[in-house]
């Protein structure tokens, strides 16, 4: 399985882009998808996480209510919908995967490039 990620782009505070993340290859239905962000310089942080049969959702405090990670499976597609963006959301975006019950992530896509600017 390969990841392929885009999306990113230039926003201005308060603004809204949606991230894609797309599956090739054999897609396993007990995966858990994931979006993290990495500002150089700092550990990569997880945004968010949807498992891939169920559709059931996590968010951490920095983006919840803001954000929100869903999936379709017949285009097996991640997507990342961000909205009221702040500057410190900058950061390149990575979508990953693993298998349920594994420690690490194991597939990631390349890193897509969110900038919020005015």
């Keep these: 399985v390969q990841l392929q990620a885009s999306g990113g782009g230039l926003v201005q505070p308060g603004g809204s882009l949606r991230l894609s993340c797309a599956a090739s290859g054999r897609t396993q239905s007990r995966y858990v998808m994931a979006w993290f962000r990495q500002i150089p ?22 983006v919840k209510g803001r954000f929100t990670i869903s999936r379709d499976k017949d285009k097996k597609t991640v997507y990342l919908q961000m909205n009221s963006l702040k500057p ?17 992530y194991d597939l990631w896509g390349q890193g897509t490039l969110v900038t919020v600017s005015s």
């Design 41 to 62: 310089g700092k550990e990569r942080e997880l945004v968010a996480t949807i498992l891939w049969s169920e559709g059931i959702t996590y968010y951490p405090d920095s």
């Design 88 to 104: 410190e959301d900058t950061a390149d975006y990575y979508c990953a995967a693993k298998p349920r019950g594994a420690t690490s």
